[in-house]
């Protein structure tokens, strides 16, 4: 992925040659987020920037980059530049790298490590011969058809990676092998295994990497072989100490008579079908097993939006005892949840009206009913989330001025004592000076002028109270 929004600074740095700018950018920044903006410069511009970074950091975000940014910048560095980038890559990344070039430049890097120069300091002679077998044994698959697996192999291939359920005596039970009116659920699949899962049940890829994002929104994706439906639903992490409820993507496959979900957790709303806590399931009905999934993941925001609800309420009465950054950064928190709530369930309701538009379930009298509720559950949630959404913000406001006014109070009673002391101090101060001054001789003109001074103090301090400066 290419992201241009920085390109404009970017060069700007490159043109005044600030260089220490752009190593610290490139520092700071996620190595996956930096080869976005750089992917977007030229070759000669890429490399520019990576040759003034250190081999570590330049290895990872030339691995972060699309294959297509990586060729063609390897077209434009010399044969040791090139040896280097390569040769730092972990196996896997490596590997993948390979797999995605044309055979004619996978042997023209093949001959790029097989005949190194002198001068070059970088592979090793036995590291060079293991990516120089990695070539090989790439090339000899492609050609002599190994990867092509029959119908068993890509089965067997492939089992590890899901899990086929079936409705046995109105319970879901797993069963060994897919037929019509079963559930598939494939849960964080191998890279190497999307493309054969894809295969053998007739899918495209994309169906599969789509559920697999992240940032995908809920729609609806129609195709010869099959429908893509991808439902945004509620996930709490407990090992991310910041935000502890995110959304995540469902894909639902429709395909051959059955349905199957793939998503990137196991811990999600599908596990409840799993363990049997949701009623009334039928595998064999798949229309009405995508809706029932769809609404059990709008009464699990529901149930997350009152959590995070009470969740604001305690850390409000901690507010209200005593101020805190910790508080205050935990609202925040929260409120980005919220917006992770708002968003995916708005996403939601528009991919819930498309399907009704596009006629991809049948609809009888229970369907109609079922939907008509998934319907009114996401209206609720969404102005639930709203509603707790605007509560937050305006209390994070409120708490905001209430820092600020107090901030304001301990100023004004700090500068009255300071003004009140500064009294007693200018005239001890004057009294103490190396000259002629007035009642020196006197006897008792320490006490006098502490009595004046302590008569100004105090005379300070009874205005500064009718003031009410000194009032907190």
Known sequence: MKNPLLVPELREMLASHNIEELQDFCDTTPPAIAAEFLG???SDEEWEILENLSPEMRTLIFTNFDDEVKLRLI???TAD????????MDVENREIFFRSMPQEKLKELRDLFLHIGDDATYPLDQQREQIVLEFDQIIAEAQTGEEELTEEEIASEISQEIDIYKTVNNRIERVGRTEKGCWINIVNPSKENIPLIAQHFK??????????DIDETARIEIEDNGTLIIVKVPYYDENNTDVLYFTLPIGIILVNGYVITVCEKAETVLHD???????YVSTIN??????????RATMQYLGHLKQLNNAANIIQKKLEQESRNKQLIKLFNIEKSLVYFTTSLKTNALMMERLLRLHVLRMDDENENLYE??????RQAVEMANIYSDILSGMMDAFASIISNNLNIVMKVLT??????TIPISVTSYFSMNVILPIQNNPYAFLIIISFSLFLSLFAIVFFIKKKWLVP
Do not use: G
Request: aromatic share 4%; no cysteine; charged share 25%.
């Open 416 to 421: 009255s004592i300071t003004i009140i002391m």
């Open 286 to 295: 798949t229309d009405r097993l995508v809706l029932q999934i769809i609404l």
């Open 75 to 77: 077209e434009k560095i």
């Open 373 to 378: 509720d998934v319907v009114t559950e996401n």
């Open 273 to 279: 079908f799993i363990d049997n806590k949701v009623r």
């Open 81 to 88: 530049d090139a040896r280097e980038l390569i040769s730092r």
């Open 40 to 42: 977007s410069l030229t």
């Open 203 to 212: 899918i495209p890829v994309d169906f599969l990497t789509a559920s697999l």
